[in-house]
């Protein structure tokens, strides 16, 4: 978005929901209500199989398929997504990062397609090109999950991505480093300005030392690079965080990179407000939440976002509806058009208390960037698991405050008295719902589309495809051509785990502080001894993550809380086939499994857990499940033999520890 000269009215920023689900003609539908509505761009969800490198026929896919985002296999898929959507008068963001150079592929396909369809000329439409691949994988390790390489060749990706995109679609930014999920993760503002920037700092020097870009063009590397930031209900301080967060890329770009344009060096970044921080309970009250959180990273022209997307009041019930958008989008509009906001230069200059603030943040970011840099950058602080226990020990310490009550959230753990709310009048119907049938028809449209391709062409282009990663060469051209010939997700990731292998990150689990001199916390630990003195064994929990969903933030903090009342916990991080969790679980002799599944996909991956634990002999053993699920949901797992349900309403993690060791007891038939 361009920047007006100080004296104009402000632009308004790019509206966008942030949508996406079943299939690609659906989704496509809802993007051409969305742009008719005013929305100024388009922000695509995928699928977890998308993003996470799986065609819908995998194992690992089941459930998931179509559930948080679009499913998008092959060029076809691309197509339909944007078929009747001039993709060089769009701008187009997406929220890929592990397979975001494979989907940026077929993006620059589809509109090479539609170049040529029109007569134009393929380069003139594809320097056109705007919008953005998210493709920070650095936070993927860190908080959402959604990885697939280690973090060596996953650089390498996002290096190749931005050296080919400042060459052919100069206007495109190739990554959107995502502080976001990090603040989802338990960042503070110190913590999610410093991690994001170190993540900044370990892909500029892979781009600056990758001979692929000569030194003249770094001020557009610089200039492309984009962020994409979380902003909470505490707006003061996250509009602080904003200003020194300016402030800091200034200086970065400027002393560490030579970057001599001002413009160049302006803090170019995106928003959603905080997803994870509306609540279940009155869920009415998560419109102000969010009015208050779009504030934060508008009222500041000088921190001012240049992208916003909202997410919509009922997302911690379930998939929001096209109205429920619509509410969102209509937030924004009014900020922008019926206030004054725009007309004014920032408002907050000179302000002695703000400056003291953004002075405060950018002391503490430096000191924690320098910390990262010491143990050799951010891709070093992954591997070590540094970055990730410092965030799982922030969110411990969040989650006690909101606990014991220092952290007030209205309608939780305060003020919970309610009427019945008329938002929620038709129940679990007050959400969107994705029929089951979504997914056997993706399966069978992606075996249509096996038969009717060139197998020669595919088996061409992937064996060339395995032979450049193994090389040093630039992967972008060779992804180009898998595109075109028709190869699936599944197939372009597949030969590059071929090459590169897989990866799994440091949980973080068991380098988070204690929480000691809870008394709560000492109450149940006295029955979990008690109770391994009457069984004659140490009381262990299974904490498990079934499917694709990678927000593991819960399951670590259960885990994390688990192990402070005496449990000895296992838990082996994200990614789990159901068969894995009943294997582990009969390995280790758990008196627990305790599941947790965001995505959706809990009818489908939980009761697969409870049928192979009755198959392998340990049907005794009590699974319980915590996510977004359904009141009606709820009762069809209860059904299926699932001991408890725990939905975000339940936040005391204290209380449910000492509801564990209750049922453990009911099943070993204890007084």
């Known amino acids: 978005m361009p920047y007006p000269s100080d004296h104009e009215r402000d632009r308004p920023w790019v509206m966008r929901t942030y949508a996406g689900h079943s299939s690609a003609a659906a989704s496509n539908e809802l993007y051409r209500r969305n742009l008719a509505k005013g929305q100024t761009g388009l922000s695509v969800a995928f699928d977890l199989p998308t993003q996470t490198g799986y065609d819908p026929d995998h194992q690992l896919s089941r459930g998931e398929v179509g559930k948080v985002g679009v499913p998008i296999s092959h060029i076809g898929d691309m197509r339909r997504l944007f078929d009747g959507i001039p993709l060089a008068e769009a701008n ?31 380069d003139e439409v594809l320097a056109k090109l705007t919008g ?122 400027r002393d560490r990179y030579g970057v001599t344009d001002p413009k160049a060096r302006r803090l170019r970044y995106g928003v959603q407000v905080n997803s994870l921080g509306l609540t279940e309970a009155q869920p009415e009250n998560n419109v102000q939440r969010i009015v208050l959180e779009m504030l934060a990273v508008s009222l500041s022209r000088g921190a001012r976002a240049r992208a916003i997307q909202l997410p919509a009041w009922n997302e911690a019930l379930g998939l929001p509806r096209p109205w429920d958008q619509q509410w969102a989008l209509r937030m924004q509009q009014v900020l922008a058009f019926e206030t004054d906001l725009l007309e004014y230069e920032d408002i907050f200059d000179g302000s002695h208390v703000i400056q003291a603030k953004v002075d405060e943040i950018m002391a503490g970011a430096r000191e924690e960037i320098a910390r990262v840099q010491d143990v050799g950058g951010a891709v070093a602080a992954v591997e070590s698991g540094y970055m990730k226990s410092q965030l799982v020990g922030s969110l411990a310490e969040y989650r006690r405050g909101m606990e014991n009550g220092e952290r007030v959230l209205v309608g939780v753990n305060k003020f919970a008295t309610t009427e019945p709310s008329p938002l ?12 089951p049938a979504v997914e056997k028809e993706a399966v069978a449209a ?45 197939e372009w990731s597949g030969a590059l785990r071929e090459v590169f292998g897989e990866y799994r990150a440091p949980t973080g689990v068991s380098a988070a502080a204690a ?36 927000h593991s933030n819960g399951a670590e903090q259960v885990a994390v809380r688990a192990r402070d009342v005496g449990f000895e916990v296992v838990y082996q991080g994200i990614r789990l086939t159901p068969e894995q969790i009943t294997a582990a679980a009969v390995q280790e002799g758990v008196h627990v ?29 009590p699974v319980i499940v915590g996510g977004i699920i359904p009141p009606d949901d709820a009762a069809l797992l209860t059904e299926r033999g699932i001991a408890r349900v725990f939905t975000p309403k339940d936040y005391e993690l204290t209380d449910i520890m000492d509801g564990i060791v209750s049922l453990i007891r009911e099943r070993h038939g204890l007084s």
């Open 92 to 122: 187009t963001s997406m929220t890929i990062n592990a397979p975001a150079m494979w989907l940026l592929a077929l993006y620059v396909s589809v509109a090479r397609e539609q170049a040529e369809a029109e007569g134009r000329d393929v």
């Open 132 to 253: 953005t691949t998210q493709n920070d994988i650095i936070k993927e390790y860190l908080s959402r999950g959604t990885y697939i390489f280690p973090p060596g060749p996953s650089l390498r990706l996002i290096t190749d991505m931005i050296a080919w995109t400042v060459h052919h679609v100069p206007k495109w930014n190739p990554i959107n480093i995502c502080s976001y999920h990090l603040q989802e993760a338990g960042a503070t503002p110190t913590q999610e300005v410093a991690y994001a920037l170190c993540t900044a700092i370990a892909v500029l020097d892979a781009v600056r030392d990758s001979g692929q870009v000569d030194q003249a063009d770094m001020d557009k590397v610089v200039a492309r690079i984009s962020f994409f930031v979380n902003a909470g209900v505490r707006f003061v301080e996250e509009m602080s965080k904003m200003r020194a967060f300016t402030a800091l890329w200034d200086e970065i770009t």
């Open 424 to 435: 929620q009048a038709e129940g679990a119907k007050a959400i969107e719902t994705i029929d």
């Open 446 to 490: 992606l075996e249509d589309w096996r038969g009717q391709r060139d197998s020669d062409a595919v088996e061409r282009t992937l064996a060339t495809l395995k032979e450049t990663a193994r090389t040093s060469a630039n992967l972008f051209e060779a992804t180009v051509d898998c595109a075109r010939a028709g190869v699936t997700t599944g």
């Open 515 to 550: 929480g000691g001199g809870d008394p709560g916390i000492e109450r149940v630990r006295e029955r979990v001894r008690a109770t391994e003195a009457e069984l004659g064994e140490r009381l262990r929990i299974l904490v498990g993550k079934p499917g694709l969903d990678g």
């Open 593 to 621: 499994v305790g599941l947790s599944v965001l995505s959706g996909s809990h009818l489908e991956v939980v009761p697969h857990v409870v049928d192979g634990l009755r198959a392998a002999g340990a049907g005794d053993v």
